[in-house]
């Protein structure tokens, strides 16, 4: 009787330590809309975001928010098409700004970005009809590199009634579609196996990244808002990241529900001041030092080119 009840113990200890019965949770974001990197051959932005949008109702995740700059639309008007769609499907829209304008360049003035932040409204207010549109995702996640830049963003953000959409786990998805590109190009089966199986370990690497920081901080799975990108091999891949997820005892949530969370009380209410809305950020305040971060097992600049064929070579 007592040994079983020590092993289950023990079982248990172990299961937890392990994260077996880990209860994180996950809300899906979507960057770029309607076109984030390159294509490879022969896809269209169309088809992109059709599949991801596909594989979103298939796995019966909750509706995401897609961040749209609009500029590529004036450019290319058969785009806001892809926005339709996004929006047919039920999902919402929110800011990423026109331009896609990095506020931190030294180039960037406060008021250039604010103007680039507005010019994107209009194509919002027509998708979005009577909704909320007013989620604003920084470019490149830059709030400000200067105590003026940050606090006049704020304090734009709040007299424009917006509120900011953090990012508390990223596992640089973004980074693998030029490379993807690159290899149906070249038609390497081989290297786009490569970046399939680095995608599915970055994403899990991350997702123990962020556990750990979390916890160590808080005590606790804080509900982590996940960047991810509209590119190609983002949606390809897709089905096997929530799979992958779901493994691992991952739920899914809206950005509104994971808002709610302490955690991102500055992202709400902008009248407060900037807090760290990044767990590094929080990590790096409080003077403690960031888990190892192991580096990537395959080279995502050069994969598929020349110089990658070179070094190929025997
Ligand atoms: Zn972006």
């Known amino acids: 009787m007592m040994n079983r009840f020590v092993l289950a113990a023990a079982f248990v200890s172990l299961a937890l330590a392990g994260g077996l019965f880990a209860q994180q949770k996950i809300a899906f974001t979507w960057d770029d809309l309607p076109a984030h990197s390159s294509l490879p051959p022969g ?3 169309q088809q992109v975001i059709e599949s991801l949008i596909a594989t979103i109702k298939q796995e019966r995740l909750p509706a995401p928010y897609g961040f749209v700059n609009s500029k590529v639309i004036d450019e290319q008007p058969d785009l806001i098409r892809v926005l339709d769609t996004w929006r047919a499907a039920g999902f919402p829209l929110g800011n990423h700004a026109w331009s896609h304008m990095n506020l931190n360049a030294p180039s960037t003035s406060l008021g ?5 932040v507005l010019q ?3 194509v919002l207010a027509k998708e979005m009809g009577g909704q909320d549109y007013h989620w604003l995702r920084f470019p490149y996640l830059s709030e400000g590199d200067t105590p003026e830049k940050k606090v006049g963003a704020r304090r734009f953000l709040l007299d424009h009634g917006y509120k900011v ?3 508390t786990m990223s596992f640089a998805d973004y980074a693998y579609n030029e490379p993807y590109t690159r290899c149906m190009v070249t038609g ?9 199986d680095s995608y599915l370990q970055e994403a899990l690497r991350n997702l123990d990244y962020e556990h750990r920081i979390s916890t160590s901080l808080y005590g606790r799975d804080i509900p982590y808002i996940l960047l991810m990108h509209v590119g190609a091999f983002d949606a390809k891949m897709l089905p096997r990241l929530i799979e992958l997820y779901r493994q691992h005892g991952v739920t899914f949530t809206t950005l509104q529900d994971a808002s709610n969370d302490a955690f991102y009380r500055n ?20 003077g403690l030092p960031l888990p190892k971060h192991e580096a990537l097992a395959i080279d995502l600049s050069t994969l598929c080119t020349q110089q990658h064929a070179q070094a190929a070579k025997p």
């Open 188 to 196: 390497d089966a081989y290297s786009v196996k490569k970046l399939e």
């Open 43 to 45: 896809e269209t932005r």
């Open 112 to 116: 250039m970005w604010e103007n680039d």
């Open 120 to 122: 994107n409204e209009a």
């Open 267 to 286: 992202d709400l209410n902008l009248s407060l001041g900037a807090a760290p809305d990044s767990l590094e950020e929080a990590m790096s305040l409080k």
């Open 165 to 167: 959409a953090g990012v």
